[in-house]
């Protein structure tokens, strides 16, 4: 957009040119405002949605609507270490830290885009993830005995569609979810056996 600009020969059209620069950068700004596309849509939660309205046209966009804990895979119990006591009167004590790795995965039907539920959980899917603890126990004149075990919390992120049609106004749609596998801290227990 060009804007032309004649030099004024008196303090009247000075004035005058003034107020047309004025109008017409206003109106720049306004056309320019106008003009200018929000690319993106913050709702709850603080997830970032995809550009969503296209006028006059009906459009459909996805949104987290709740992420909550499904279940917990639990390993089995594993012997993670023994102290033999010599002898009765004896106090024989035992520590471990264990350590339990894995690889954040995803399953059932991702709607939302693999980014917004990383954002959401802190966590990236495929991305490595290692959970330690550290096991003691101390028993007087009996073995000590530390057992651990994995743990492996799948989160479900429960996904809504959006539905606006072309005269603007908005309607909900079915609801979609996705599992994410997780890990977290590995479960000690301990016990003394004679």
Not at 39 to 45: D, G, L, P, Q, R
Not at 96 to 118: A, Q
Not at 138 to 163: F, S
């Amino acid at each position: 957009m060009l804007v032309a600009i004649n030099t004024a020969t008196s303090m009247g059209d000075a004035k005058m040119e003034k107020k047309k620069i004025g109008s017409a950068l206003i109106g720049l700004l306004l056309v320019v405002m106008t003009a200018t596309n929000v690319s993106a849509i913050t709702v709850e939660k603080n997830i970032v949605l995809p550009e969503r309205i296209t006028p006059g046209v009906k459009t459909e966009y996805w949104t987290i609507e709740r992420i909550t804990l499904y279940t917990i895979n639990y390993g089995p119990w594993q012997i993670a270490a023994i102290n033999h006591c010599k002898s009765q009167d004896a106090t024989c004590s035992v520590s471990k830290t264990v350590e339990h790795c894995m690889s954040v995965s995803v399953s059932g039907s991702v709607k939302v885009g693999i980014e917004l539920i990383e954002a959401e959980l802190g966590a990236t899917i495929g991305a490595t993830y290692c959970e330690s603890t550290t096991c003691s126990v101390t028993c007087h004149g009996k073995d000590a005995v530390l057992e651990w075990r994995y743990v492996e919390p799948i989160k479900e992120i429960v996904q809504r569609k959006h539905i606006v049609y072309p005269d603007g106004h908005e309607e909900l749609g079915e609801t979609a979810s996705a599992y994410v596998k997780m890990n977290a801290a590995p479960e000690c227990r301990s016990y003394c056996i004679p």
